[in-house]
Structure formats: structure tokens, C-alpha cells
């Protein structure tokens, strides 16, 4: 079954997101890209999520991060706001999964 989340649920979502920290957030990471790849956030609601994973772009984890690229990349074009700091990752980030998770989103990013 196909459950499309709601504005309320995506806020909700996001907020969990942002309070939490270290394996929490990449939870809410995974959860969040999974219900990207199986079509139940609206790409009006895109927005809201894009916001929170270009904040987690800049975290202090590395694992954030690279799990972040890879959400990033479920978009396709919708993440194209995100791909200055994508490029950015890809060419300076300390952390070789870093690097090659933000180019492989870029790849899927930019062609999509």
C-alpha cells in the first residue's frame, strides 16, 4: 500500500529530524528517503524536506552526511537547490564516503 504523508506528517517528520542527534537522526534520515523512493511525500511538500537535508549537509558526522547525499540523490531534479553543496562535499569533504556519496547524488541529481 501507497500512503501518501500529509503536510502535518512531513513537519513532524522534519521536526524529529532536527531534535534529534547521532543514530536518531540517521533514522529519521533512512525513514525519510525511504518514503521519498516510494512516492509518499507530494513534490509540493519537497521543499520542506530539502530544507532539512541541506542543514544536515553540514554536519559534524560524517556518517550524516554520506547518508544525506544518498536521500538527496531519491530526489533527482527536485534536489537541485542541494547540489552547490553536494559539489562542495564532493571536492573538499574530509571523508572519502562523503565524497563519493555526494558525487554519486550529483550523477543522479544532475541528469535526472
Same mark, same amino acid.
Not at 521519498?36 to 519537497?46: D, L, M, N, Q, V
Given at each position: 500500500?501507497?500512503? +501518501?504523508?500529509? &503536510?502535518?506528517?512531513? +513537519?513532524?517528520? *522534519?521536526?524529529?529530524?532536527?531534535?534529534?542527534?547521532? /543514530?536518531? #537522526?540517521?533514522?529519521?534520515?533512512? $525513514?525519510?528517503?525511504?518514503?521519498?523512493?516510494?512516492? =509518499?511525500?507530494?513534490? =509540493?511538500?519537497?521543499? %520542506? +524536506?530539502? &530544507?532539512?537535508?541541506? =542543514?544536515?549537509?553540514? !554536519?559534524? *558526522?560524517?556518517?550524516?552526511? !554520506? %547518508? /544525506?547525499?544518498? @536521500?538527496?540523490?531519491?530526489?533527482? $531534479? /527536485?534536489?537541485?537547490?542541494?547540489?552547490? !553543496?553536494?559539489?562542495?562535499?564532493?571536492?573538499?569533504?574530509?571523508?572519502? #564516503? +562523503?565524497? /563519493?556519496?555526494? =558525487?554519486? $547524488?550529483? $550523477? @543522479?541529481?544532475? *541528469?535526472?
Amino acid at each position: 500500500m501507497n500512503l +501518501v504523508w500529509t &503536510t502535518q506528517d512531513i +513537519v513532524r517528520a *522534519v521536526k524529529d529530524f532536527r531534535d534529534n542527534s547521532g /543514530t536518531m #537522526k540517521i533514522m529519521c534520515l533512512w $525513514a525519510l528517503g525511504e518514503r521519498i523512493s516510494r512516492g =509518499e511525500i507530494r513534490p =509540493e511538500h519537497a521543499h %520542506i +524536506v530539502l &530544507t532539512a537535508l541541506q =542543514e544536515a549537509l553540514e !554536519s559534524g *558526522v560524517p556518517k550524516i552526511r !554520506s %547518508i /544525506t547525499c544518498g @536521500v538527496l540523490g531519491f530526489y533527482g $531534479a /527536485t534536489a537541485q537547490p542541494a547540489l552547490p !553543496s553536494l559539489r562542495q562535499l564532493a571536492q573538499a569533504d574530509p571523508e572519502d #564516503k +562523503v565524497r /563519493t556519496e555526494a =558525487e554519486k $547524488a550529483i $550523477a @543522479v541529481i544532475a *541528469v535526472s
